[in-house]
Structures are given as C-alpha cells and as structure tokens.
C-alpha cells in the first residue's frame, strides 16, 4: 500500500532495463520504499541496473525476474510471483517496447508482426495480469509507456505507431474497467525521448529526457491523472494536428 504520503512502497518494472523506466523508479524510490522488481529480458543488463539501483536506495530489495513480453500464457505467472515477493504491488510500470526499423520492417511481414507481439499483444496480457493482481488488492496504479507516435499514425514509422495506438486504445478500455476497485492506470505519452531507443536519431521538436518524463509521472501519480502527455504541450499539438486533412498531414515533414 502507498504509504500516507502517497509513496509507494513496492514497484514492479516490466522492461526492467529501459532508460524511461529505471528514470521514473529512480524518481519514485526513497526511505520508504521496501522492495523493487526489475522483470527483465536479459539477466546481464538486468543485474547492472539493479546495482546501480542499489545506490540510490540501500534499504531496499531489489529483485530480479527474467520475462519475454511474447511469453503471454507466463505473464499472470510474473504478476504474481513479483506479488509474493514484495507484498501488494503499489506500482507496476509497463516500460516494454521495440522501436524497430521502419524500412527493414516493412520488407518483414514476420519481424514487424513479432514488434506488435511485443508492443501490443505483450501489453494485453501483462495489462491484464496486472489489472487482475490490483483489481483483487483494492489498490495500486498501473503506469503504462504509450506514445504520442499511436495518436496519429506517420508514414515514416507506421508499423510501431499503430503498435502504441493498440497498446493506448487498449489502455484506456483498461483504465475505464478499473474504475471503483480502488486501482487505476496512468498513461503516459511522451514525445521524443533521449534514450538508447532513439539514439542516433534527429531529435524531434520538444524532444524531452527520461528525467523529464519521470517527474511528469511523479506529478501525474500525486494529481490522480489518467493521461499525460510529455512535455504537456504535445497535448495541444496533437489536438490540431489528429484533425489535420490527410493530403496535409501527408506532407508535413514528420
Ligand atoms: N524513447 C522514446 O523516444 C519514447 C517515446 C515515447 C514512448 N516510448 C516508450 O517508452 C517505453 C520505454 O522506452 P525507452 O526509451 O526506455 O527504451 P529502452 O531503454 O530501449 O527500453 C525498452 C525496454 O523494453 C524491453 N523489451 C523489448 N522487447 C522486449 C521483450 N520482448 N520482452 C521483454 N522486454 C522487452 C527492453 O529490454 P532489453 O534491454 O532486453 O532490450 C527494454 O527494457 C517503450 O514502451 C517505448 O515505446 C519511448
């Protein structure tokens, strides 16, 4: 249970090596915080973010668990076993995803369809499991990486964009089941992040940080927010630009 400054005290990271999601636990963790979770792909990378995450927080436990988000039938398994090892889960942030190569993508029916495996399908199943996990707790947030890329779909990287759009639209149906059991889901859009995913890649405009988008999360959580949009402008941005005429959206230079 958060504690009564609204902290929580266990969190459980699925994608325990991505550079938004160690941010926003790095944000998040403090005195109060009794155990973490780093559910990971990779063992290796696994163990040097939990080291790292040792420093910032000696009292706490850090726990490794190695999952595949295509591994959908062992996802209620991970919820549950995190759930025994830490007690109640406060937060679950679901940072999972692939960006891929759009080009390589598109010539790989079998390659793209294993990203939307991993960005779509994948956040079914663990959103689900979560929901089920938090539903029978009465408490806990769900906090789940969307994209602003699924508000409207770009020619220039379709393929992941309409994965994050399912993963959104998904999100939201989520969020509405939840309503009353005492647990939510917070989603979060961010732009343009500076991380491993979009290294070597022309920033977009109003690109942000993980940092940034960590202490969006960490107001998001103390508001009650159900969405946020990272930096807040893009909300308005993607106001106009949802509503634009094709032949004109088609052109814009995105
Ligand atoms: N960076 C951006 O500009 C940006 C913008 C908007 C939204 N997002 C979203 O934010 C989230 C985190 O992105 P990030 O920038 O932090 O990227 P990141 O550092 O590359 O993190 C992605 C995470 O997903 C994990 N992953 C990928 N495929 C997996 C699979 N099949 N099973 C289990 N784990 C898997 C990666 O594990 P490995 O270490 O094993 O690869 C890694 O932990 C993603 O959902 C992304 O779509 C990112």
Known sequence: MDNA???PQTILLLGGTSEIGLAIVTRLVGPHTRAV?????DRGTGEQAAAALTLTCPDARIILSEF???????HQELIDQAASEMGDL????LAVGQLGDQTALECDPVAAAALWDTNATGAVSLGLATAARLRAQAHGT???LSSVAGER???SNFIYGSSKAAMDAFSQGLADSLIGTGARVLIVRPGFVHTRMTAGMKPAPLAA???AVAEAVAKGLRSGSRTIWVPGPLRFVFMVL???PGPIWRRLPL
């Not at 595949?68 to 062992?74: C, I």
């Not at 406060?90 to 942030?93: E, K, R």
């Open 5 to 7: 400054l609204g902290a």
């Open 142 to 144: 769900l906090v789940v």
């Open 37 to 41: 979770t780093l559910a990971c792909r």
């Open 209 to 211: 940080t993980s940092e």
């Open 242 to 244: 949802r509503h634009l």
């Open 153 to 155: 779909v770009r020619r």
């Open 68 to 74: 595949d988000a295509t591994a959908h039938d062992r």
């Open 90 to 93: 406060d937060l679950v942030i």
